[in-house]
């Protein structure tokens, strides 16, 4: 068992991103004498607010595999309050739990927690009761796991804001523009303004580099990381904030219309507007989005810059759409290159 065990450990640490990661450490756990069961658990909220948990990844027929679908999205998610004694451990601030089904099996679950909130929880179940070396060898493994989660976790944030990095970005982005192109396709044309689609959003800080200049780079540091505060409490759990490097960030807002998407923009807009920045004062912030699916990735990105750059040319503290600025003829159409490819 020893030299098996050590084995998979050095596989878990092994890979680059989370998913294999998981799969690798729900593999050395089922692998264990005993274990009939084993589950990588996402815990998240709704945008009613609604706790939810869904099994992500799992085993089955003897093999561990997991699923594409987002959770949000998963038919499969249930309430957290139905999984009655893991809800009371995650209420507990737990770091180990275990219970008894109803069927006799015996549950251990360990949530992996970032500062205050629980995101993950591994679960396993086998017939027998967990003994204390068995509990030992799990929570050894669950070490390893949580320590290599928090590194991958490290490297896929910006260092100052705690948003995600761009190279996160750009993995992100890439597959959300397949998954929205092949909607687009699947719905030949019907989409309109109240049709949930997903949108990119390019964002900049108006005038950073006088920030800068007149207050120093601490107090510009400390606007950086504001407005990321702002950001992340602007939008929904299912949309995606990202830090892109100086003074700019960018939001992929998914699944909602056009009409809440210039909403929750311009919600945005206004709550940067509004506050007031320690020593510096009143910022304003300038915002161009575009909608996803209507070309290859560069392009889409070209647009909400465009888009962006005309809110800055035009007087800044302004949210602009590419496709009203189409209308408008302020653009002509781009060419479309299938062999362009992203960055």
Known sequence: MQPLLLQNLVEMTAHRDHLRLE???????????????????????????????????????????????????????????????LAQALRQRALIASAVQPDGQHVLWLPLWRQETAYHCLEIMQSSAFSPSRIDVIQGIF???????????????????????RKTFDEQFLRLSLQE????????????????????????????????????????????????????????AKDRVFRFGGEEFVVL????????????????????????????????ISTGFAAMGSGAPVEILGQADQALYHAKD???????FYGDMMQQGLVAPQMTNDDLELF
């Not at 589950?39 to 992500?56: I, K, S, T, W, Y």
């Not at 990119?200 to 200049?213: E, S, V």
């Not at 035009?314 to 602009?320: A, I, P, Q, Y």
């Open 181 to 236: 192109a092949q909607d687009s396709s699947a719905a030949q044309g019907a989409l309109s303004d109240e049709s949930p689609r997903q949108w990119l959003a390019a964002i900049d800080i108006d005038h950073f580099k006088r920030i800068n200049d007149k207050f120093g780079h601490l107090y510009g540091d400390e606007v950086l990381i504001l407005v990321a505060n702002i950001l992340r409490s602007s939008f929904d």
């Open 314 to 320: 035009s007087g800044r503290n302004k949210t602009c």
């Open 253 to 284: 807002l998914r699944s909602v219309s056009l009409n809440n998407a210039r909403k929750a923009l311009e919600r945005l807009r206004t709550a940067v507007e509004s506050y007031e920045f320690p020593q510096v004062g009143r910022i304003t």
């Open 143 to 165: 070490g390893v796991y949580h320590n290599y989660q928090s590194l991958l976790d490290y490297s896929e944030r910006d260092a100052l804001t705690g948003l995600l990095n």
């Open 23 to 85: 799969v690798s450490v729900l593999s050395t756990l089922f692998k264990l004498h005993g274990v009939v069961r084993v589950r990588a658990l996402e815990l998240f909220a709704m945008p009613d607010g609604q706790h939810c948990v869904r099994a992500r990844t799992w085993s089955q027929d003897g093999k561990v595999q997991s699923t594409d679908t987002e959770a949000f999205y998963d038919p499969q998610r249930v309430e957290l309050s139905s999984m009655v004694e």
